[in-house]
C-alpha cells in the first residue's frame, strides 16, 4: 500500500501531535508513503475567496504531482481532502478548463490527465486496509469509552464532490472506526457541523458559539471525548473551547478534542506521549487515565 | 408499501406550549413521496395536520420541511429512498423560522432578508426602444441564482443562521448576486459595497457547504457567496477581517508555499487592531506551553520557486 | 439604497377594522400582480389578496415560454393573431386576439426591462423557440422555468413599490352593493379571523381549476376560487366545456412536461417507436395545437399502440448537453420523479388536464358584467383562447390583460367614492363558516373531491359524448348533495386546513356544475370540445360562446345562454395541422 502523502500545513504548525502520530500509526500499518515536498497549500478555501483560479491551479500541481509517481494522494486533513477533491472535480467536469490550467504547469514540465485519486487517512483505513485487517494491528480495545464523532464540513460536503454515491461508507467512517476500537458512539447535534474556523478571525462571537455548542452537545450526550478528522476542527474546538464554553455556557472545557491516527494508536497500545495527546490545549488526561483504567 | 412515521406536531392553541411526536402509520404505492405520504395522512387519517404544499413538482417551494435532521422539498423525497437508508421516518419543521403550526412555519424573517438586499432590477435608465441588450451567456450564468425557488431549505441547515440571527443567510446572499452578476444593473458597486460592510453580509459565511449539498435546485448559495466576495476584493474593499485573511493566506502561499499560521493569525486581526491583538495572547500562550505554537520561520514546501512562477504568470494576466 | 420595508399593511388582530383600498386583487399569480403593479406604480392604495404567498403561486409552472409578435424584428402580429385564431378553432373573440398580439411586443420587452432574464441570440436581443400551433419561432423564454422567472421578477417589482399583500388570506364572498363590487369577505389563514376588506374595484385573477379533474397538472391550490365567487355573485361564466388536456404530462403524477420540449425538436412515439403524429397532423407534427395532440395520443392508447396507458416522448436525439442547459427542469423532472434520463430514455407520457379556456366573462379591458368587478388571466375568459389555447400564450393573455385590467380599474375608481358596507355581511360570513367547522361525523372534503374530480375526468375528458356527460351530470348532483355532509377534522383557528379545504370544495363544485352543464349544451365538437357522437364542426349553429348563469330559480341551479362570437377580418375554416 503506497501512497504520496501531503501532511498539510497545520499538521507542521498548530497541530504538530497529528503529524507525529499519523506518522507512527501509518508506519504499524504498513502504509508506505513518499511525501510530497514541493507541494503547495491547498488554500483551505480561503484563498480560494480571493482567487479561485490560483487555488485550482495550486491543487491540480499537487495532483498532477502524485499522478506523475502513479500513486494516489494520501492527506491527514480534511480540509486538504475537500479543496483538492474540490478542484479535482472542477477539472474533471469540465476539460476546457483542465487544459487552461495545464498550462501554468508547463514550465514545471507537470500534465495533470485527471487520474488521481485523494483519500484522508481514515478512508484509507476504511477502503483499501479495511477494519478486519485494523483490528490484526491492535494491542488493545477501548471498551466502554465513549466517543461523540465530529466530521466537520470538508469530508462529507459536497456528497457529489466526495463521491458518496459510490462509496457509501464515507457517510458513516467515524462511527466504523469507532466501532472497530471498541469504543461506543453517542449521538449528538454537532455531528455534521461546522467548528467555526472559518469564521474564528472574522467573526468570532459566532465561531465561539459554535465551538460551545458542538462542544457542550457532546458533553451532555455522555461522550469523554471529541474524535475529529480535521486539524482545524481540532484547533477551533480544543484550543478555543475555554473561551468558548465560558462566555456561552458557562461551564469549563472538559471535553479533549482526539485526532483520528490518535485513537487508532491509542488502539495499537502506542504511548500517549508518542502521539502527542499532551499537546491538547484541553487536557486529556482524564480521558487516558479513563481508557487506561477500563483497558 | 407499509409505512410508519412521525410528525413533530404544535398548536398554540393548546393549554401546554410545547411540541409533540406524532407517530403515524398508513399503506401507500411503492414510488410515493414524503409528501404523497402526508397528504394521505390529511386526506384520510387526520385531517387536522397542516402542512404547506402546492405544486407536487418541486417548482413552488412550499414543502421544504426537516426529514430526519436535514431540511428538503418533500415533494422530491422518496419514502422508500429515506426508509432504506435511515431506517425511520421523521418529520419536522424548517429549523431556523418560527413555527406557526404543526410543519408551517412563518416565513416572515425569510422574506425579510430578502428585501434587505434591494431585490429588484436598479439600471440608472432604460434603453430608448426595446429591451437592454445583453449575451446569453451572461443570461444563463443568472439561472445558477433565478432557479430558486425560496423554498427556505438552506436557511433552515445554515450553521452560521442557528447562531446569529443578524446573518443575512444563503437564499438572500444567492439573490443579492443574482444583482450584482446582472449587466443591465447599475448598481453593482454599492451594492458590493452594503454587502461588504454590513453585519451579517458575505464575510460571515463560515463555508460550510451546508446550504450547497440541501439546495434542491443547484443553486448553491455558497458558491455565489464565495464569488460576491472575489469581486468584492477584485472592487477594492479591503478593510475587513476576511479580506486580511484571504489575503494573507494568498500572499504566504506565494512566497513560502505553505501556509505560515502565526502571521494569517495575526494579520487578520489586524495589525493596528490591539484589542483583536491583545486577544490572541492566551491563546499563543496556551499554545506556546503545550509545545504546539507555530513555527516562527514557517515551514516551506521544498521548490518553492515553482509556485512563485505560478503566482507571477496568473498576476500578470489579471492586470 | 437599502429596499425599504415595502411591507405597509398591519398584520391586525382587531376584528372591527375595516380593511379599505382602491383597488383590492385576489390572486398573486402573473395577471394579479401585473395588475397590481400598473396600480402601484401610479400611486393608487392596491392590495393583492392570496391564499398562498406570491411566488408560491401556480404561475410557477409555466415552463416553455411566452409569445410575443415583435413587429420590429420582421414578425407580423396579424399571424400570431391569426394561429391564435385557428388554434382556437375559431371561437376566440378576433377583436381581443388583435389587441392581444398588438400589445404583446411591448408586454415581453417590459418584463425584459423589469429583470426578467429571457434567452438571447448572438446579437444580445431576445431569443425565441418554436412553439406549437404556430410556424415561426416567436416564443421568448428563460430555461424551462419561464413562468416561475417572470413571477419572481413581478415579485420583486411588488416589493419595490410596496405592494400591500395580504398573505395567506382566502376569499370567502364577494360583496356587491347597489350593483358593484364593493369588497370582500376573507379570512386570515393564520389566525383563523375573517375580516371584510373595502375596495373600489376588486380585480379577480385566482387561476384555473385543475383539481376539479385527475389527474391534472395543477397545483392543489388551483381550485377555481375565482371563478366561482364572480360565479356565485351572478356573473356569467363562458365555455367552461373548453378543457385543455396538455399532450405531455408524466404517467402517473401528472406533472407537466413542457411543450418546449417538442419546440425543442423532441418527438412523440407509439409502442411501435413511430411518429404517429404524421398520421394526424402531418404539416406541424408534433407542435400541432394541444387538443389535435391529445387526441392524437389518446388514440393510439385506445387503439392499443399505446404502452400501459401512455406514449412516449423522446429527446434523445437533442444531445445530453442542449437538454441540460434548456431544459434542464424537464431534465430535474424526469430524473426526481420517474427516475429517467432523459439523454438516455424516453419518458412516458399521457393527456392530462391542464387549463380551462372557459372562465369569468369579461371584455377586453377585464370588466364583467358587475361594475367594479374585473377579472384576468386563466380565471378570465375574454375570450383570446377561444376553444384551444396555443401553448406560450396563457403567460401573454396574463401579461397583457392583467396590464388591462389594472389600467382600466384605476380609471374606474377615480369616480367612486367610498361606500359603507354593512357589518352583516361579516357576521353572515362569520356563522357560515362557524356552521361547517361544527359539523360532525360526514365525510372528510378528500373523499368528496376525489370522486368529483375521477367523474369529471371520465365524463369530460379528451373524448366525450352525450352518454359520458350524462354519467357526469348525474354524479355531480350526488356529489352536490354529500357537500353539506362534510365534517372537518381541526376546530381551532389557527391555519385551519381543513376549513380552507371544505371552503375550495364548494367552489371546486360550482365549477364542475358549469362545465358539464356547458358540455352537454354544445352539440358540435371544436377545439378540446370534442364529442364521438358528433365529430363535425357546425359553424352555422354553433359559432358560440355558452354562458353558464348561476339561477337560484331553475331547477338545477343554472341558465344556459349563448353569444356570437365576434369576426373581424379571419373567417372560419377547416383547421389542418
Known amino acids: ?295 | 408499501m407499509q409505512v410508519s412515521m412521525r410528525v413533530k406536531r404544535y398548536d398554540p392553541e393548546l393549554k401546554e406550549n410545547k411540541s409533540w411526536w406524532q407517530g403515524y402509520k398508513l399503506g401507500i404505492h411503492a414510488n410515493a413521496t414524503i409528501l404523497d405520504a402526508l397528504i394521505k395522512i390529511r386526506e384520510e387519517v387526520d385531517g387536522s395536520l397542516a402542512l404547506r404544499c402546492a405544486c407536487r413538482a418541486s417548482i413552488c417551494g412550499s414543502c421544504g420541511m426537516r426529514v430526519n435532521g436535514r431540511a428538503r422539498l418533500v415533494c422530491k423525497t422518496r419514502l422508500e429512498e429515506i426508509i432504506q437508508k435511515d431506517g425511520e421516518l421523521n418529520i419536522e419543521p424548517l429549523a431556523n423560522h418560527s413555527v406557526i403550526r404543526d410543519l408551517v412555519v412563518s416565513v416572515d424573517s425569510f422574506f425579510s432578508k430578502i428585501k434587505e438586499i434591494t431585490p429588484y432590477l436598479t439600471p440608472k435608465s432604460e434603453p430608448v426602444t426595446g429591451e437592454f441588450i445583453a449575451s446569453n451567456e451572461s443570461m444563463e450564468n443568472l439561472l445558477k441564482s433565478m432557479n430558486c425557488i425560496m423554498c427556505g431549505v438552506c436557511v433552515s441547515d445554515c450553521t452560521v443562521l442557528e447562531v446569529d440571527k443578524k446573518f443575512i443567510g444563503p437564499a438572500a446572499l444567492a439573490k443579492a448576486w443574482r444583482f450584482v452578476e446582472d449587466p443591465r444593473d447599475d448598481e453593482k458597486s454599492q451594492r458590493i459595497s452594503y454587502l461588504n460592510d454590513t453585519e451579517g453580509g458575505i464575510w460571515d459565511c463560515t463555508r460550510c457547504m451546508q446550504c450547497v449539498e440541501v439546495c434542491p435546485k443547484d443553486v448553491a448559495p455558497m458558491d455565489r457567496i464565495m464569488e460576491m466576495r472575489e469581486t468584492a476584493i477584485r472592487l477594492g474593499h479591503k478593510n475587513s477581517p476576511g479580506y486580511r485573511h484571504s489575503e494573507t493566506f494568498y500572499r504566504s502561499v506565494k512566497k513560502h508555499g505553505r501556509l505560515d499560521e502565526t502571521l494569517l493569525a495575526i494579520s487578520s486581526a489586524g495589525w493596528t487592531n490591539i484589542p483583536r491583538l491583545i486577544d490572541l495572547i492566551p491563546i499563543g500562550f496556551k499554545a506556546l506551553i503545550r509545545g504546539k505554537l507555530p513555527p516562527i520561520i514557517p515551514h516551506k514546501a521544498e521548490k518553492k520557486e515553482a509556485i512563485k512562477n505560478i503566482y507571477v504568470k496568473v498576476e500578470k494576466e489579471d492586470e | 439604497m437599502i429596499c425599504q420595508n415595502g411591507f405597509n399593511l398591519e398584520k391586525g388582530q382587531n376584528n372591527n377594522r375595516m380593511y379599505q383600498h382602491d383597488i383590492l386583487i385576489i390572486g398573486a399569480g402573473l395577471a394579479g400582480l401585473r395588475a397590481a403593479v400598473e396600480g402601484v406604480r401610479n400611486g393608487l392604495n392596491v392590495a393583492v389578496i392570496s391564499k398562498v404567498h406570491p411566488v408560491r403561486s401556480h404561475s410557477n409552472a409555466a415552463q416553455g415560454g411566452i409569445n410575443a409578435p415583435l413587429v420590429d424584428r420582421g414578425d407580423d402580429w396579424e399571424d400570431h393573431a391569426y394561429d391564435t385564431i385557428k388554434g382556437s378553432d375559431f371561437l376566440a373573440d378576433q377583436d381581443a386576439v388583435e389587441i392581444m398580439s398588438r400589445e404583446a411586443g411591448d408586454a415581453v420587452i417590459e418584463l425584459e426591462r423589469m429583470g426578467v432574464i429571457f434567452s438571447r441570440g448572438d446579437d444580445g436581443k431576445l431569443g425565441t423557440r418554436r412553439f406549437g400551433g404556430q410556424k415561426i419561432a416567436r416564443t421568448f423564454f428563460v430555461g424551462a422555468i419561464t413562468g416561475s422567472a417572470i413571477l419572481h421578477v413581478l415579485y420583486e417589482q411588488a416589493l419595490k413599490y410596496g405592494l400591500n399583500i395580504y398573505e395567506e388570506w382566502f376569499v370567502t364572498k364577494l360583496i356587491i352593493v347597489e350593483g358593484r363590487c364593493q369588497g370582500v369577505v376573507a379570512l386570515d389563514i393564520k389566525t383563523g379571523e375573517l375580516h371584510l376588506i373595502q375596495a373600489k374595484a376588486v380585480i379577480i385573477a385566482a387561476g384555473g381549476a385543475g383539481r376539479v379533474f385527475e389527474p391534472s397538472t395543477n397545483a392543489l391550490i388551483c381550485t377555481g376560487d375565482g371563478i366561482a365567487l364572480a360565479w356565485n355573485a351572478g356573473v356569467p361564466v363562458m365555455d367552461m366545456e373548453m378543457i385543455q388536456y396538455h399532450p405531455t404530462t408524466l404517467a402517473g403524477t401528472g406533472i407537466l412536461m413542457s411543450e418546449a420540449a417538442r419546440g425543442e425538436g423532441a418527438y412523440l412515439l407509439n409502442s411501435k417507436g413511430e411518429r404517429f403524429m404524421e398520421k394526424y397532423a402531418p404539416d406541424y407534427m408534433e407542435l400541432a395545437s394541444r387538443d389535435v395532440v391529445s387526441r392524437a395520443e389518446q388514440t393510439e392508447i385506445d387503439e392499443g399502440r399505446g404502452i400501459d396507458g401512455n406514449v412516449l416522448l423522446d429527446l434523445r436525439h437533442l444531445g445530453r448537453e442542449h437538454i441540460e442547459s434548456g431544459l434542464g427542469y424537464l431534465q430535474e423532472v424526469a430524473v426526481e420523479f420517474m427516475g429517467v434520463d432523459l439523454a438516455e430514455q424516453p419518458i412516458p407520457i399521457r393527456p392530462g388536464m391542464h387549463y380551462i379556456m372557459g372562465g369569468i366573462k369579461t371584455d377586453s379591458d377585464g370588466a364583467t358584467s358587475i361594475n367594479g368587478l374585473y377579472a384576468a388571466g386563466e380565471c378570465a375568459n375574454v375570450s383570446v383562447h377561444g376553444a384551444n389555447r396555443l401553448g406560450a400564450n396563457s403567460l401573454l393573455d396574463t401579461v397583457v390583460f392583467g396590464r388591462r385590467a389594472g389600467a382600466h380599474a384605476m380609471k374606474y375608481v377615480r369616480d367612486i367614492s367610498e361606500t359603507f358596507i354593512d357589518e352583516k355581511y361579516l357576521t353572515d360570513e362569520r356563522n357560515r363558516l362557524q356552521r361547517m367547522i361544527e359539523n360532525n361525523g360526514g365525510e372528510r372534503s378528500a373523499a368528496v373531491r376525489n370522486d368529483m374530480a375521477r367523474s369529471m375526468t371520465n365524463g369530460v375528458g379528451v373524448f366525450r359524448d352525450q352518454n359520458s356527460m350524462e354519467k357526469a351530470i348525474a354524479n355531480m348532483s350526488d356529489i352536490m348533495n354529500r357537500i353539506p355532509n362534510v365534517s372537518i377534522d381541526r376546530k381551532g383557528k389557527i391555519f385551519n386546513t381543513d376549513l380552507v379545504f371544505a371552503l375550495e370544495l364548494e367552489y371546486m363544485v360550482n365549477i364542475a356544475w358549469s362545465v358539464v352543464n356547458a358540455a352537454i349544451t354544445r352539440q358540435e365538437s371544436r377545439g378540446a370540445h370534442f364529442r364521438t357522437d358528433i365529430t363535425g364542426r357546425d359553424d352555422k349553429n354553433w359559432l358560440k360562446h355558452t354562458l353558464v348563469f348561476k339561477d337560484v330559480n331553475s331547477e338545477n341551479g343554472v341558465r344556459v345562454e349563448t353569444t356570437p362570437v365576434t369576426i373581424t377580418k379571419w373567417k372560419p375554416i377547416e383547421r389542418r395541422y
Open chain 1, 1 to 295: 500500500m503506497k501512497y504520496a502523502f501531503f501532511p498539510g500545513c497545520v499538521a507542521r504548525g498548530g497541530t504538530p501531535e497529528l503529524y507525529d502520530s499519523a506518522t507512527i500509526v501509518m508506519e504499524r500499518l504498513q502504509i508506505e508513503t513518499i511525501e510530497l515536498s514541493t507541494a503547495s497549500c491547498t488554500g483551505a478555501g480561503v484563498l480560494q475567496e480571493k482567487n479561485e483560479k490560483m487555488g485550482d491551479i495550486l491543487n491540480v500541481r499537487t495532483l498532477a504531482l502524485a499522478e506523475k509517481l502513479e500513486l494516489p494522494i494520501l492527506v491527514i486533513c480534511s480540509t486538504c481532502q475537500g479543496v483538492i477533491s474540490q478542484a479535482n472535480f472542477r477539472v474533471q467536469k469540465d476539460r476546457k478548463y483542465l487544459e487552461e490550467i495545464n498550462g501554468y504547469l508547463k514550465d514545471e514540465g507537470l500534465e495533470y490527465k485527471g487520474t488521481t485519486k485523494v483519500k484522508h487517512l481514515l478512508w484509507v483505513i476504511i477502503e483499501d486496509i479495511g477494519i478486519k485487517k485494523l483490528k490484526e494491528s491492535f494491542k488493545t480495545e477501548l471498551k466502554d469509552v465513549n466517543f461523540a464523532p465530529f466530521y466537520g464540513c470538508y469530508i462529507v460536503r459536497p456528497s457529489e464532490v466526495l463521491e458518496f454515491t459510490d462509496n457509501p461508507g464515507r457517510e458513516n467512517s467515524l462511527e466504523q472506526l469507532i466501532g472497530a476500537v471498541g469504543a461506543n458512539v453517542t449521538k449528538y447535534s454537532g455531528r455534521t457541523a461546522c467548528c467555526g474556523f472559518p469564521i474564528l478571525f472574522i467573526n468570532q462571537e459566532n465561531s465561539l458559539k459554535m465551538v460551545s455548542n458542538h462542544t457542550g452537545s457532546a458533553k451532555d450526550s455522555g461522550a469523554d471525548a471529541i474524535v475529529t478528522p480535521c486539524p482545524l476542527c481540532h484547533l477551533n474546538l480544543d484550543g478555543y473551547q475555554p473561551k468558548a464554553r465560558r462566555k456561552n455556557r458557562g461551564d469549563n472545557a472538559d471535553i479533549p478534542i482526539i485526532h483520528v491516527p490518535q485513537l487508532v494508536g491509542l488502539a495499537m497500545g502506542i504511548p500517549e506521549t508518542q502521539l502527542g495527546l499532551q499537546k491538547h490545549v484541553v487536557s486529556t488526561k482524564n480521558f487516558i487515565s479513563s481508557v487506561t483504567q477500563k483497558k
